[in-house]
C-alpha cells in the first residue's frame, strides 16, 4: 500500500482539487480510498458522501473505532471515502503518539492499495505525523512571489521530521506543481518558468484556472469524471502520471 498525501501550509491553494481527482484517476485501476483530514470536509462533499457523525475521528484516533471500517464506498467504482468529521479540530492534541497516524494507516493495506490523504493547512503535529506517514507529498503552488516560500516551508518540514529521526518510511518525496494557472498572466507564466528553473523537482504538469474546476463543488464529481475530455482532466491525468513516474510506481501493481 501507498500513502499520498496533498498538502501546503497554506489554505486555498486547490489541495482537495487534486487529491479527489487523482483518487478517481488512480482508481481506474487500483483499490483507492480518500481519507478526508479536513474538517471543513470540502473532499467528502465533492465525492457526494455525508459527513461523518461527530466525534468519529476522536474515536478512531483514540482506538475506540476501526479506520477501515470507517471508509465508504462511493458511485465510482474502485474509490472509497473516509468522510471529514467536522468536529474533528484537534488532530494536532488528539495525535499524541508521534507514529499514531502511520499506525492507523497501516490495517488499510487490508483493503486498498493506495491511501490519499487530503490535509488541511498547517505545520504542526498533523503535518509532522502525514510527512511521517506519506510516500509522497503533492504540494500544490499557485503561481506568484509566495509560491517558494509556501514549499521551503514544507521541505523544512520534512526535513525537521527526518533529523528528529521520527520518519519511519524514509524521506517521502516531494512533488511540487502548480495549480490555478492562468497562461494569459504574466506572472503566473514567469513565475512558473522561474520555479521550474530553479527547482527542477517542481513537476511540469500545471493545474489550470479554470470555471469548470470551480464547478466541482455543485456537481460534486470529480473533474476527471465528469469532463473527462476537457482541458482540466488531462492536466490532472498528466500530474498523476508524472506523479507516478517521479515515484518509482507501477500504476498496475502499487
Known sequence: MRVVASCSGKGGVGKTTVAVNLAALAARSLRVVLWDLDPQGAATHCLSTVPAPRGVAKGVVRGRRNLVAEARPTQWQGLSVVPADRSARNYDRLLDDEHRLR????????????????????????????????????????????????????????????????????????????????????????TVESVQLARPETLSAQIPMSAEIERMPVYRQPIVVRSPDGAPAAAFAELWREAQLRLSWDAARV
Open 103 to 190: 499506525t492507523l494507516l497501516r490495517p488499510m493495506r487490508e483493503r486498498f492499495d493506495l491511501v490519499v490523504l487530503d490535509c488541511p493547512p498547517g505545520t504542526g503535529r498533523l503535518a509532522e505525523q502525514i510527512v511521517d506517514a506519506a510516500d509522497g507529498l503533492l504540494v500544490p503552488l499557485i503561481p506568484g512571489p509566495l509560491s517558494v516560500r509556501a514549499l521551503d516551508q514544507l521541505a523544512d518540514l520534512v526535513t525537521r521530521v527526518e533529523q528528529a529521526g521520527r520518519s519511519g518510511r524514509g524521506r517521502p518525496t516531494l512533488l511540487p506543481f502548480f495549480s490555478m494557472v492562468d497562461r494569459r498572466k504574466r506572472l503566473h507564466r514567469e
